[in-house]
């Protein structure tokens, strides 16, 4: 059985696509495989519709660990703009500075409401949830009930569509780490006084600016992509991975795929790195894992932006606003000349993405497009941010799996998958945020497949790819931090060149 490539790689998301980079960068023989047709780069990407281009949500490029700072200056070297970071949060009606500048926000509460808050932020702190199961018990634990009732529980059950009693703490402690009322309090504070961080690390959550792509994130998708093939990778679109084969005798994996047209291709590899999601990877491996019963359990949450683009007659600085308000199904609004001017064809036309977070096939995912602009539009009025009549055109984009569900049995299902991968497939890797069934950050999924890269050249095991993002030292120091990690374990790893 002859090799297609060393190791192929399925998705060519900032996951798959960093692997890919690193290991054709050093001479090994990688094979890229993507279903999309057209764009590389996953929910990262960027499209193009009649000239303007956005996002599938936000993407801020901004990340404590230096290696993947100077991957993104190594493969976009020119391209960058440094962006200010304005967001609001739109509740009751009424527009909150996000991060909050807390004279603001008191004066919009109210003093009954904002004294309310701090007493309820007292009564947790005094008797606080002990270990903490849910969303909501983390929350009111860090923030008090009042706050997680007015800033955290609309917004957050319309991404995830279930009750923050049913989502994990591990989600809001992975979302939300390093920040609680007093250090949101204090920032505010400074904020409010026209003063910016105190010096210290600074929790993502409240970061003031970050550097973006000048035409969006796409181009360090498609600069990769044309770097992986400059250095003798290869990339294929258009394929989609229906079986993976392992065989045990010879230690190679066989993987089939169909293209759009029905026609079907088969490559061989010793490595496999996976980005696509858990579930959908397990149901195609063969012999079937015994723990294809946990895969199936794993839930997603999809996602549709309806880009409004008109002459606007409202002033809009933000990069995007979250929405709280229950009256509304929409969840964030992105405005996209304020990631970049370059994103919009001319000097005075306005872009709008309204994000709406569903299930794939319930009601809004099976909407027509013409219901969907209808909504938006009327949505986009009722909040304020654009009129109705000023909305040009319009378009939709789907997005499915766009989140991994953190529900209460997401992590011993996970647990059960990943035993069960290890012992059995030993070079089959997980990557990425769908890979791993991780809510990652585009910086910490690009760190997985960094990592992995290395592991294979090193021919072991080296780094723990799962300590990215859940180990400050491995999720936000880089690889200084992951290696003084392991030091603690008494294991040298492979220096990066």
Known sequence: MSLSAETIVIGAGPAGLTTAYRLAHDGHSVLVLEQDQKYVGGISRTVNHKGFLFDIGGHRFFSKSKEIVDLWDEILPDDFIERLRLSRIYYRGKFFSYPLKAFEAFRKLGPIESLACVLSYGKARIAPVESPRTFHEWVRNQFGE??????????????????????????????????????????????????????????????????????????????????????????????????????????????????????????????????????????????????????????????????????????????????????????????????????????????????????????????????LIALAKAEIDKIGLMRSEDVADACVVRQPKAYPVYDDTYADNMTMVRRDLAAHFPTLHLVGRNGMHKYNNQDHAMMTGLLTALNIEAGRAVYDVWQVNEDAEYGEEGLSGVEEALKSERLVPRKVA
């Open 146 to 371: 009042r706050l997680f009732s007015i800033f955290f529980k609309t917004y957050t059950e319309k991404v995830w569509g279930m009750s923050c009693d049913e989502i994990s703490a591990d989600w809001a402690a992975q979302r939300i780490k390093g920040l609680d009322l007093t250090s949101a309090v204090m920032d505010g504070v400074r904020r409010s006084l026209g003063r910016s961080g105190n010096g210290k690390a600074t929790a993502k959550t409240l970061i003031e600016s970050f550097r973006y792509p000048r035409r969006g994130p796409g181009m360090m998708w498609d600069a990769a992509a044309r770097k992986i093939v400059e250095h003798g990778g290869r990339i294929a679109m258009d394929r989609k991975v229906e079986k993976l084969h392992w065989d045990e005798a010879s230690r190679l994996w066989t993987v089939e795929v169909v293209k759009g047209n029905g026609s079907r291709e088969t490559y061989t590899a010793r490595h496999v790195v996976s980005s696509a999601p858990v579930r959908d990877l397990v149901r195609s491996i063969t012999p079937s894992p015994i723990s294809r019963l946990h895969a199936r359990e794993l839930r997603y949450r999809d996602f549709l932006t309806v880009v409004l683009m008109g002459k606007s007659s409202v002033a809009l600085d933000d990069n995007w606003v979250y929405i709280h308000d229950p009256a509304v199904k929409v969840g964030r609004v992105q405005n996209f000349r304020s990631w970049s001017p370059e994103l919009i064809p001319d000097e005075t036309s306005t872009s709008l993405g309204l994000e709406y977070f569903c299930f794939e096939g319930d009601g809004l995912w099976n909407s027509s497009d013409d219901d």
